[in-house]
């Protein structure tokens, strides 16, 4: 019997021991996970931790704080370019509004130190001093609109939209221009009623941002075209036009905030490059989708997607 007390007591004095070196050996493996954690977050570092064990619950901890780390770095990241982004935004925009403002600026000094004005020429300046007010407002109002999208504030409510009527009565907006500047249109809407699920208002900006970008980079080829089709899932609208195009490395950035081309399409309409990433807005936010194909001097096309209705 005592032999047997005796046995029971090694055994359970030897459990105890191994309890208590498999805490300690816990307790050591927190302490290090708990160091370079604070270590991590100090330096501001992408690494995760690293740990050999063969404890279960161990594992499962690493597993988590490592997708927190992860997610933590993933956050900084794309905080970092948030913030540059804006920086640039803010650059580029007291740039653009900086230089209608002085021009509006002189006009008015011209106007006060200049009595002998004649009436047709304060009548000049007063023309001009109002055109670059409306670039002014123009401008905030891309600004904000902007804003107001990527913010989500902006609901846009969708509903059945017949394409065919609305994407012409949008070029027609730009045909006397097309005609002043000697360029060819080529209008492809089928006569047969094409339904989507949209919104009249977002569509029609759409289109006329394109457009309008068709006509100030692309009007040195000598067409401007807007095309309108579909299949049994999707409408698509296209413009396009045979300018200078848009290099491959530019292509996938043309729908950020704040890209303007360069040399390629002409410096001289660099504008704050809003317009572009406000159609990508609206049209994600009907659902659909858009994309950009350039090949210089012969193609450069916008095609716009959007979810299709039946009749």
């Known amino acids: 019997m005592l032999l047997v007390l005796s046995i029971a007591a090694a055994v359970l004095l030897a459990a ?15 302490a290090y996970l708990a160091e370079q954690l604070q270590r991590i977050t100090d330096e501001k570092s992408a690494e ?14 690493l597993v988590s704080v490592n997708a927190l780390l992860d997610h933590k770095t993933a956050a900084s990241a794309q ?3 948030t913030e540059q982004s804006m920086k640039r935004l803010l650059a580029n925009i007291s740039h653009d509004m900086k230089t209608p403002l002085t021009v509006v600026l002189g006009y008015l000094e011209m106007m006060m130190h200049n009595p002998g004005l004649t009436d047709a020429e304060r009548a000049r300046i007063l023309r001009n001093t109002h055109a670059k007010t409306v670039d002014i407002v123009e401008l905030m109002n891309s600004f904000f609109d902007l804003a107001k999208l990527e913010a989500g504030d902006s609901h846009i409510s969708l509903s059945k939209l017949q394409m065919n009527e609305l994407c012409r009565q949008t070029i027609l907006t730009f045909f006397d221009t097309m005609q ?6 080529d209008i492809q809407i089928p006569e047969e009623p094409i339904y989507s699920h949209a919104n009249a208002e ?3 900006r759409v289109l006329f941002n394109l457009l309008s970008n068709a006509l100030r980079y692309g009007s040195d080829g000598g067409v401007i075209g807007l095309s309108l089709f579909g299949d049994e899932r999707h409408v698509y609208v296209q413009v396009w036009d045979r300018g200078a195009g848009i290099d491959m490395r530019d292509q996938e950035r043309v729908f950020e905030r704040l890209f303007t081309l360069d040399e390629s399409r002409s410096k001289s309409f660099q504008g704050s490059g809003l ?5 990508k807005r609206l049209v994600e936010g009907m659902g659909g989708s858009i994309a950009l194909a350039s090949e210089p001097y012969r193609k450069t096309v916008f095609t716009v997607k959007l979810n299709r209705l039946s009749y």
Do not use: W
């Open 16 to 30: 105890c021991a191994l309890l208590y070196a498999e805490r300690r050996d816990r307790r050591r493996k927190l």
């Open 48 to 61: 995760r931790l690293m740990l050999v064990t063969d404890d279960r619950e161990l594992r499962r901890l």
């Open 79 to 81: 905080f970092a370019g």
């Open 180 to 185: 002043e500047k000697g360029l060819e249109a």
């Open 202 to 204: 977002a569509v029609e």
């Open 275 to 279: 317009g572009l990433t406000i159609t």
